[in-house]
Structures are given as structure tokens and as C-alpha cells.
């Protein structure tokens, strides 16, 4: 754990979840606080801690040490003036690594990092191990300073934008689920969202775990190690599936039939958290009875209910062309499929391609539905634009014939109708309520 400095004058940018948890930790630990945002925010609770905030403000300030909330660009005035400075900027995870002894996990990757790390996190409790699903889901973790045991586990999602600006921060053991475009209206190319999602391995050690994408190499000392979910494993290969799950060190943990979540996706992100489990010293049938317990996610591959034999499925949180590919992975055919939303910029070829098998009908809602239609007509699959997505839903379960699948996978950011992912959700499972699904 790397040393924080002397307390002096702090600067946090972005007065969010993260932002606000950094905030509350440096100024108890002594520092002089000053919090700002491009936005109005209500933060009396900030300003009765004795947090100078300035919202709306996007006057640079003058700081010993600059923490950066992740949904702030580079750009912002206040960041901009720090990095031209040479002060020393810092992600929110950086601060709250320094200021705790907890081993970290650490997981990321464009799809799949939410369900395997609250997959982990389950998997190390029915094992009996403190284990806390923190950082991009759920709690910050300078939410948890002071509040934990110090041999506890964090194991904690880490989105790009939170692992830019991380000189020190060192999980024990870290995946790269998987990469593919996403948040290209925020990198200038793809090669840069690569380089901020292999900062999670910079730090690492040679006893450290490192698990990697195909194609890519861990960045820090620990070598890189696959997880490989068709064909024989390699010499690299720390879990692989052949008939089951097998975890290096372990053999077989179980046949796959023993796990209830569906798609190749899901056997991937499985085989991570089985490794990174083994990793903190668990045994196979501990990780097998986790696995086999864990209930799923809202809004991921989520089964609303079924109506005279039409499946709704609902899988909000595929936000991007990859996310919604996995979906259909796990879904094949007869599927009703609908999609779209606010762009993030990325292309939507591949998508189309695997509906090409799967999809009867798409029924297309948001800014980017014309974009979708378009590439959807390129592989010969019939769409409707509609207006929103209860339309949406309604129409597709009245075309809807027995053994067909509506499948929400929008593969697209959710702001240009909803407040988030969740929000669009639940739209859908009311709207599947009131198509008859129970």
C-alpha cells in the first residue's frame, strides 16, 4: 500500500457517488476540501462536513492534490489546469487503495465486469471470506474506509475512466474480461480506452494474478494468464472449460449443468471469478457451491416472465454492439429483439450479423434506431421504428408466436429516453407485466 501524503489542500472534481465519497474521505482524514462541478448539485450535506463546494463552477483551483470523479473528461477546466501544473491528479480508487490495507480484486472489461464481480463477491462469502463488491457498482470504495476489516476483500469494478490516473493502485488479482468499442464519444480511439482498461495490471507483482483478453499482454510484472472458454487450454491458461469448469491448481470444479447462468459470456465471466476465487486460496468445492448459488442480476439476461409461451428477457445493461451479441449468444433464435437508444458512436455491423441468425424481428427505438435499421437491412432482417420502448414491448408480444423470445439487449447507452440503464429496465418489465408476462 503506497503512502498518502502529508493532509494540505485537496481539489475533487465531480460531485457524484464517487466524487462525493472521495470528498467525505480527505476531509476527514484532514485535508482542506474544495469540491466542484460543472452542474448545480445539492450537497449541504458536503458543505456541513466542511467541504468548501462550488457547483456550478468550472474555475481551475489552486490544490496539493486533484481527485477526479470518473465521469469528468480531461478537458474540464479545473482538471486541465492541474495536469498542466504537474499537481498530482488521482483517481478516486487510487485515493481510497492508499488510505486501506484491504487486498483488492479487480475487475474489468466493456461487458460483463458487474455480473463477475458480484459474482466473485459471492462466490468468497459462501466461501466463508469477507469479500465487499465496490467501485463502479454499488458502494465507492472510500465509502468504505474505516469500515471494513483489514483482511477483507475488495473486490471491485473498475470501469476506464476509474483506472485513468492510478500510479499505485495494485489488485492481488485482476481480469480484462474482454474488450471491444465503447465510450467512443469519450477516447479519441480505441487504442486509448485499451490503454486506461490495462492500467488495472501496471502495479502488479510476480505473485499477483493476472487474467487477460485474448490478443493482450498484462502490463506490470505478473504474467499474463487466459481464461479459455472453447478448444484445449494452453500453457498460459489459469481456467478453462472442457466438459466443465476447470481451474489451474484445482482440476474440475463442476460439470456446467451444476451452474444456472446462461451464454459463452457467462462461462467466461464465470471461469474469471473461479480463478480469482482459487486465487484467494478457496478450493473447488467451495467455488462450485458459490457458483451454483448465485442468482443473477437485475436487468442482465434478467427472465421477467413468460406469456402464452413468450419468454421476456430483460437485458438493459447491454449497452454496447458486444453486449447485446453475447445476448443473443445466449438466446440463438426466435427472438424478438429490441434495441437502441443514445449513441455512444460505435458501429453496429457486427450486431447486425449476429441477428442475422437469431432475430425474427427487431423493433428499434431511440436516436440510434435509424442507424441499427440500417445495418440490420444490410443482413436481411425485417425492423420497425417505434417511439418508445412500452410500444415496443407491446408490439412485439402481439407479433410474438409461441417459443419466441423478447429480448430487451438495446446495445446502446439508455439517456436519450431513460435516467439510466436501471430506469429503462424497469420500463420494460412493467411494460411485460402488462403484456401478461408473470
Not at 444490410?378 to 423470445?405: F, I, K, M, W, Y
Request: proline share 7%.
Amino acid at each position: 500500500m503506497s503512502a498518502l501524503p502529508e493532509p494540505g489542500r485537496a481539489l475533487v472534481v465531480g460531485v457524484a457517488t464517487s466524487g462525493r465519497a472521495a470528498a467525505v474521505l480527505l476531509r476527514e482524514l484532514g485535508w482542506h476540501v474544495v469540491a466542484v462541478d460543472a452542474a448545480a448539485v445539492d450537497a449541504a450535506d458536503l458543505a456541513s462536513a466542511g467541504i468548501d463546494v462550488r457547483a456550478p463552477s468550472s474555475d481551475p483551483v489552486p490544490a496539493d492534490l486533484v481527485v477526479r470523479s470518473p465521469g469528468v473528461p480531461r478537458e474540464f477546466a479545473p482538471l486541465a489546469a492541474a495536469y498542466a501544473a504537474g499537481t498530482p491528479v488521482w483517481s478516486e480508487i487510487e485515493l481510497a487503495s492508499r488510505a486501506m490495507p484491504n487486498p483488492i480484486m479487480g475487475i474489468t472489461g466493456t461487458n460483463g465486469k458487474t455480473t463477475t464481480t458480484e459474482l466473485l463477491a459471492h462466490v468468497m462469502r459462501a466461501g466463508g471470506l469477507d469479500a465487499v463488491a465496490c467501485g463502479n457498482v454499488g458502494t465507492p470504495m472510500a465509502g468504505l474506509v474505516g469500515q471494513l476489516a483489514g483482511d477483507a476483500w475488495l473486490v471491485a469494478e473498475c470501469s476506464s475512466f476509474q483506472l485513468e490516473d492510478t500510479p499505485t493502485f495494485r489488485p492481488h488479482a485482476a481480469v480484462l474480461l474482454n474488450i471491444t468499442p465503447d465510450h467512443m464519444d469519450r477516447y479519441p480511439d480505441f487504442e486509448a480506452y485499451r490503454r486506461a482498461k490495462l492500467n488495472l495490471f501496471a502495479n502488479q507483482g510476480d505473485h499477483d494474478l493476472a487474467i487477460v483478453a485474448a490478443g493482450m499482454q498484462s502490463t506490470g510484472r505478473s504474467p499474463t494468464r487466459r481464461v479459455v472458454a472453447s478448444g484445449p487450454p494452453g500453457p498460459d491458461a489459469v481456467s478453462w472449460a472442457e466438459g466443465g469448469l476447470h481451474v489451474q491448481g484445482l482440476g474440475l470444479v463442476a460439470p456446467w449443468s451444476e451452474f444456472p447462468l446462461p451464454g459463452v459470456h457467462n462461462r467466461e465471466n464465470m471461469m474469471a471469478a473461479a480463478a480469482m476465487a482459487a486465487h484467494a486460496g478457496m478450493g473447488a468445492e467451495e467455488i462450485a457451491r458459490g457458483l451454483a448459488t448465485f442468482p443473477g442480476l437485475p436487468h442482465r439476461l434478467e427472465v421477467v416472465g413468460v406469456a402464452d409461451g413468450v419468454t421476456f428477457v430483460n437485458d438493459s445493461k447491454a449497452t454496447n454492439p458486444a453486449a447485446a451479441i453475447a445476448a443473443l449468444d445466449a438466446y440463438p433464435a426466435q427472438v424478438r429483439l429490441i434495441a437502441g437508444g443514445s449513441s455512444k458512436d460505435t458501429p453496429f455491423d457486427d450486431l447486425a450479423r449476429a441477428a442475422a441468425s437469431a432475430v425474427a424481428h427487431a423493433y428499434l427505438i431511440g436516436e440510434t434506431a435509424p442507424d441499427i435499421a440500417r445495418a440490420l437491412e444490410g443482413e436481411h432482417v425485417a425492423s420497425t421504428l417505434l417511439p418508445d420502448l412500452p410500444t415496443a414491448v407491446s408490439r412485439a408480444a402481439v407479433e410474438a408466436q409461441t417459443g419466441d423470445v423478447v429480448l430487451l439487449a438495446p446495445a446502446c447507452a439508455s439517456f436519450d429516453q431513460f435516467s439510466g440503464y436501471a430506469h429503462r429496465g424497469e420500463v420494460f418489465r412493467d411494460a411485460a407485466r402488462e403484456a401478461g408476462a408473470r
